[in-house]
């Protein structure tokens, strides 16, 4: 743990100080974070003669780290500027149509069957007639409403391919990857083996770390290249996703690697990746530990066999974890202005919403690392050969 | 609660794209910028080990060089020295010639005066015995010349005869 640290200590201080300029445009991005997340809460009070709407901090936070169907740029609830993304379901046959029909849709009204309390959702207009949206989830509607129980409603669900905030910002990210890699790529091309400059020169290290510190140092010298390119994508995935998750304009800030269904994907590819690389040392370890008497196998075999499971499940819940709380924590820093209603508090709000926001951009690359580094050290694990 | 339950649309579209930007990613990128970096690796583990090689050439080339130096010095020392050599040879067999030349000379010389000595001396004694002879001649004429002188010197002969 103290190499890896010490790696990752290297590398970011390598990268520190290779890539200030990068370093500070990042920043820059990150301070400019607060302003759109203060344009993203509600109004507070401005309007004369009309009742201040009251602040839920809790809200506005799990609203925007949750996925959504629009774009939410600035302004209030009754005011905001959004750009609407594509619905598509799939009921019947394929259906597509703007969310706007959903966000100005008609808003209704149904009374829990458990709690008997109303809730609040919104039915959609137009194309989306047949839908309504509660919680940014789309049902099907029964009887004109939508049947709640213990405040979740009982309607079926259509299959929901929409083109959410997290899908956009994920082929925004994809394409961001594509772009640079690719420029990094031609400069190898065009220059052939010469020193790295420019983009290559803040690329190379970190290529260099993951196929050095991360898959040559965990997984067999022999063997290891199969895998390099599959850490490399993740690497650069996770990292750049981070990052454009700090970014808080249009098209960052959707909370995209800090979403339980992204985060669940890339631990189920590590975990096809190493169940089928596993050789006969590998699964003998699971099904007949060496050394382990017969009659504890029966105990050991599931404990193995869950062991498979749990590894790449903390990876999922790591990243998820880490980078969700990163979002909460800036936006729980930023809410004591509003809460408050009074801007001095930035002078206490700002600073320390800046010091999470740079502590985020460490978290970003520490995160990406992680992920890579522990599938390696799992890939490592599956294709090691006996040597007793 | 459906903060932490997989949306199904979501989790196709991820899929999706994560699966089409792994295809592209590998094949059109990883694979170049990791052949490129490959490659340069080795061209510099090349250059070194080039480097390295040159290095020790050049070692043993200073050291050749070094040889070569000690030995041309070695010779020239030698050549020198044989110079000198020669040269003291030289004036030494100079000197033995020039003293055997004027010993021969001398004794030439020698010879000459030895035998222009024996000569003279030859000469001499021709002509201290023609003197003598003269005188000889002359104090027998004396001796001679009065028959009272002649007795005297019979008998004076005579003498001599019978004291043998």
Sequence with gaps: MRQILKAFNRNTRAMALKNRINYVFI?????????????????????????????????????????????????????STSIYLPVILIDGGLKTFSSSHFYHGTPASSIDHKTQKPVDYMVGVGPAADYAMFHEKIYKLEGGELQFEGGHPHNVKPLDFSITKNVLSLVFGATLILIVMSSVARFYKKNGAVAPRGLAKFIEPLILMVRDDVAKSNIDKHKYHKYVPY???????????????????????????????????????????????????????????????????????????????????????????????????????????????????????????????????????????????LSALFIGAAVEEAHH | MDLILPDFGLLFWTGLVFIILMFILTKFIWKPILSSVNARSEKIA??????????????????ANENLLKEARAERDAIVKDAKETATKMVEDAKTA???????????????????????????????????????????????????????????????????
């Design chain 1, 27 to 79: 920043t820059l991005l990150a301070i400019f974070s607060f302003s759109t997340v203060m344009a993203n809460t509600p109004e507070a009070g401005h309007e004369e003669g009309k009742k201040e709407e009251k602040f839920n901090v809790g809200e506005m936070i799990m609203h925007h780290i949750k996925d959504a169907h629009e774009w939410h740029l600035w302004g209030g609830h009754h005011n």
């Design chain 1, 231 to 373: 850490l490399l994508t993740i690497f650069f995935f996770i990292f750049f996703n981070n990052l454009l998750g700090l970014v808080p304009i249009i098209p960052g800030g959707a909370n995209l690697t800090g979403n339980i269904t992204v985060t669940f994907f890339l631990a189920v590819c590590t975990l096809l990746v190493t169940v089928f690389s596993g050789n006969k040392n590998y699964w003998g370890h699971i099904f007949a530990t060496p050394g382990v008497p017969l009659a504890l196998l029966p105990i050991m075999i599931p404990i193995e066999v869950v062991g498979i499971l749990t590894k790449p499940f903390a990876l999922m819940v790591r990243l998820f974890a880490n980078i969700t709380a990163g979002h909460i924590i800036v936006l729980a820093l930023i809410s004591i202005i509003f809460l408050n209603k009074s801007a001095a508090w930035g002078a206490l709000s700002v600073p320390m919403a800046l010091f999470i926001s740079v502590l985020e951009l460490l978290v970003a690359f520490l995160q990406a690392y992680l992920f890579a580094m």
């Design chain 2, 46 to 63: 090349e250059a070194l080990e080039m480097a390295e090689k040159t290095k020790a050439e050049m070692k043993s080339l200073q050291a």
């Design chain 2, 98 to 164: 020039a003293k055997v030349e004027s010993e021969k000379v001398v004794a030439a010389a020698r010879q000459t005066i030895a035998s222009e000595k024996a000569a003279a001396i030859a000469e001499l004694k021709t002509q201290v015995a023609s003197f003598s002879i003269e005188i000889a001649e002359k104090i027998v004429r004396t001796e001679l010349s009065s028959d009272a002188k002649q007795k005297a010197l019979a008998e004076k002969m005579a003498g001599d005869i019978n004291l043998n």
